[in-house]
């Protein structure tokens, strides 16, 4: 919820179930049981929202956020402790603090409380403010009874598992529709034979490249990687058999769900079982070879259950730690430390903090981390002698380099207080061992003799050092198969805008460890038809090229579609944000039957009037309607396989429809963005575009500055058809 989806969206999640009880209201995600911890909220005075007290709703998001991250502390081993900045106050089992990381203006306080017992309940008792002060004492004393919610819980869960189940087995009627599985791993139930005979030309040289050498496989959205990939690692397998040969590979990536994906995907060639091939997250192979990975699963508890996670929850700790910092000591560093680390340190930007914090965290794991450096004596001294590389955060004087260096520290203490263990971490003990003599003997067993990795891009320097130590021939090069998106960086899949801030880079010098790489590109598009390519090409060739270095780059002069002719894009001008949204609402009815659809939200901010949307479009029952909100809502789509996918655009990758309307636009006249956004607005408008398959519809409206220039120039060079929308 901290997304933004608005409450009356709740239905439309793929992973979310609301459920009205006598005396109190419930959501729960799917999968939750009977003895779950729970987070209790007094809707006591609340009107405009049921989470947010109505003084805090212009903050709703970090408002919600920061309630997550207190019901999160609350359950972890050990004492409960807070970032400074939120200036808590304790009583007994009752804390206060600040409720939004923002000024409010009211000085407004969270009075929460931790229950203990079995589920460790979290209730949020009332928000003060200056205006209307509680001392928790004062509160403690009249605090009424806990309210009872076990029997109403514990028929909400039977509830939702039977809500959930229901999805599976929905049927499609007249007004139901079946939507794809993710791209991914849409390999449509053909036999391995019948993929090879339809295969482009250029996917057939990659599976048909020799294994002598590593290989880099590029292409845009909708190329096919991911199918060339397992497809060649399924290749080299059959090969493997067919001489005689035992072979072992490794396809890795760095989320669960990408390798279920894969793992469907090969079962479902009908080649029966490929004991030769395993696929895992890099996470889960640390945690089968490192003997020190064990203590995620003792006294320390691990952060997210795979690397895209972990790092999603290690940027909310930095983020949490940055503010404390900077509100508390940073004073006594400020003025030794170098102009541009203090002008980034001083900068109240929103964008400016995530991307520090995207900066520390790659320091911290893939620097700091990854030399087996502790805080401790001697500790900062070792630091301070390391190489600095080119990719790493730019500190230009000791001064900047012990700063950062105390950030660690605490980022160290603050999750050893609390039993916490990073991905990061446990790679680190992993590259440590995969040093020692005792790998160097087991890897010609355990090792792979080809590494196949998926979203390559992904991957930090740490992670690509523990690669390279994955294979089983110590005397040759690691024979490693990366496929990778070039339009897309390693810190704007977590940070989003905020990227184009960033100052350290993620792919380090370990590629040079590859040796001799060839590069393979995918230069014909299967997704969608040559009108909407000609689109695509056109909004890339609006904003310079990402600056992940030469090798990265896609030459989209070059690519072609695969498919038939299809219907020019449209361009609708509505003349107000409401007329935009019965334009869409129109399209909705006339496109709902034709096939596939997916309304792309170009804008984050403006994700919760179109989850607002998507909740009245639910309530027809013409529709069915399913918002992603996050970055593990496409699993849920395994339930929801009909209807509307409503969703910002970044998190609609690897998903294909027949038809997206992409809708959200910003103002971008000249002016109105800073260069980066500018360039990050026009990313997200290339990556909502490339999700259809035949048919895009583009829609804006005056409010928010009318038709963008780069729009302006498609219609004008013949690739859009423009059309007036609501006048209202």
Do not use: C
Not at 698 to 709: H, K, M, R, T
Request: net charge negative; glycine share 8%.
């Amino acid at each position: 919820m901290a997304t933004g989806i608005a409450p009356g969206a709740i239905d439309t999640s793929t992973t979310l179930f609301e459920w009205a009880g006598a005396t109190v209201d419930l959501v729960l995600a799917s999968g939750d049981t009977a003895d779950e911890s729970r987070v209790v909220i007094m809707r006591d005075g609340f009107t405009a929202d049921p989470v947010v007290p109505d003084s805090l709703q212009r903050h709703r998001r970090e408002v919600i956020g920061r309630m997550a991250a207190f019901a999160g502390r609350a359950r972890a081993v050990g004492p409960l402790t807070l970032p400074r900045a939120w200036r808590q106050y304790k009583f007994d089992n009752l804390m206060a603090f600040h409720a939004s990381p923002h000024n409010d203006g009211s000085i407004t306080r969270w009075i929460a409380e931790v229950r203990s017992g079995r589920q460790t309940d979290v209730i949020f008792w009332e928000a003060t403010n200056s205006d209307n002060k509680t001392s928790l004492s004062e509160f403690a004393s009249r605090k009424p009874m806990p309210p009872r919610i076990d029997e109403e819980w514990a028929n909400a869960v039977r509830a939702a598992e039977r809500h959930f189940a229901s999805l599976e087995r929905l049927e499609p009627s007249d007004v139901e529709i079946a939507l794809p599985e993710l791209d991914r791993s849409a390999m449509k139930g053909w036999s391995y034979d019948t993929w090879m005979s339809v295969i482009s030309d250029d996917q057939r040289a990659f599976i048909a490249a020799p294994t002598d050498k590593a290989v880099r496989l590029r292409g845009p959205a909708g190329s096919g990687k991911t199918l060339a990939l397992t497809l060649k690692a399924v290749d080299e397998a059959l090969r493997a058999r067919q001489s005689g040969n035992e072979i072992r590979i490794l396809m890795v990536t760095h989320a669960w769900s990408l390798a279920s994906e894969i793992s469907d995907s090969k079962d479902s060639l009908g080649l029966g079982p490929l004991p030769e091939i395993e696929v895992f997250p890099l996470l889960e192979i640390a945690s089968a070879i490192s003997p020190g990975a064990g203590a995620a699963s003792g006294a320390y508890k691990l952060i997210g259950n795979d690397s895209f996670s972990g790092k999603q929850a290690q940027l909310d700790e930095i983020l949490d730690l940055l503010q404390d910092f900077v509100q508390g000591d940073w004073v006594t560093y400020r003025g030794r430390v170098s102009p541009p680390l203090r002008a980034r340190f001083d900068s109240e930007e929103v964008d400016d903090r995530f991307a520090l914090a995207w900066d520390l965290l790659v320091e911290f794991g893939s620097v700091i981390g990854a030399a087996a450096i502790f805080p401790g004596a001697g500790s900062e001294s070792r630091y301070l002698t390391l190489e600095r590389a080119t990719w790493m955060l730019p500190l230009q004087t000791r001064d900047d380099q012990r700063v950062v260096f105390e950030l660690y520290g605490r980022y160290m203490e603050n999750l050893d207080a609390r039993g916490l263990w990073t991905s990061d971490q446990v790679l680190a003990d992993l590259l440590n061992d995969l040093q020692k003599h005792s790998w160097n003997r087991a890897r010609r067993t355990e090792g792979y003799d080809l590494i196949f990795v998926d979203e390559f891009h992904l991957f930090n320097p740490l992670e690509r050092q523990v690669l390279h130590y994955l294979s089983r021939d110590v005397t040759i090069y690691p024979r490693i198969f990366m496929a990778l998106d070039p339009r897309q960086s390693p810190s704007e899949a977590f940070i989003g805008l905020a990227s184009d801030e960033t100052h350290a880079t993620s792919t380090g010098d370990s590629d040079g460890e590859l040796g001799d790489v060839a590069n393979f590109e995918l230069t014909t598009v299967h997704r969608y038809t040559p009108q909407i390519l000609h689109l695509v090409k056109h909004v890339h060739h609006e904003f310079p090229t990402l600056d992940l270095g030469a090798d990265w780059n896609v030459d989209f002069s070059a690519v072609e579609s695969g498919q038939q002719d299809g219907p020019l894009p449209r361009l609708v001008a509505a003349a107000s944000r409401s007329g935009e949204e019965d334009d869409i609402v129109k399209a909705v009815h006339d496109r709902y039957h034709a096939g596939t659809m997916a309304l792309a939200i170009v804008d984050t901010r403006q994700w919760r009037r179109f989850s607002e949307l998507a909740g009245r479009l639910n309530g027809s029952p013409k529709f069915h309607v399913a918002t992603i909100s996050g970055r593990t809502d496409d699993e849920g789509l395994g339930y929801r396989k009909r209807g509307l996918v409503v969703g910002l655009a970044e998190y609609l990758a690897g998903l294909q429809f027949d038809t997206v309307l992409v809708a959200g636009i910003p103002d971008m006249q000249i002016g109105s963005r800073s260069p980066n956004e500018q360039t990050r607005l026009l990313s997200l408008l290339y990556l909502a575009l490339s999700r259809a398959e035949s048919g895009v519809q583009i829609f804006v409206n005056d409010d928010d500055g009318g038709v963008p220039e780069v729009m302006q120039r498609a219609v004008a060079n013949g690739l859009v058809r423009s059309e007036r929308g609501s006048l209202t």
